[in-house]
């Protein structure tokens, strides 16, 4: 099993920046990858952007450029700086865990809302 806990969303104004926090627990040394996906209101949840123990990262084309994913594997922590925030980027955003035996696990969810 693992938990995830998340944190770090809020309210912004478009242009601004946040950054998503999310801590693994448990059987941490079965993660295979880890990232954040989205789902606003009304439509399916997205892959945001993951990425895996080797390091290799994937971003939607919808944030390359504006966003960053970064892992610390000593905190067992992903993180997701999010900058030139645009109000398409309304949405909760979900931490995700991949194990190598390819189980996924979610967290709880964390609002982001950009509006003026």
């Known amino acids: 099993q693992v938990q995830l806990v998340e944190s770090g969303g809020g309210l912004v104004q478009p242009g601004g920046s946040l950054r998503l926090s999310c801590a693994a627990s448990g059987s941490i040394s079965s993660i295979y990858a880890m990232g954040w996906y989205r789902q606003a209101p009304g439509k399916q949840r997205d892959l945001v952007a993951s990425i895996t123990s080797g390091v290799s990262i994937n971003y939607a084309d919808s944030v390359k450029g504006r966003f960053t994913i970064s892992r610390d594997n000593a905190k067992n922590t992903v993180y997701l700086q999010m900058n030139s925030l645009k109000p398409e980027d309304t949405a909760v955003y979900y931490c995700?865990?991949?194990?190598?035996?390819?189980?996924?696990?979610w967290g709880r969810g964390t609002q982001v809302t950009v509006s003026s």
């Open positions: 995700n865990v991949l194990t190598r035996a390819r189980i996924e696990y």
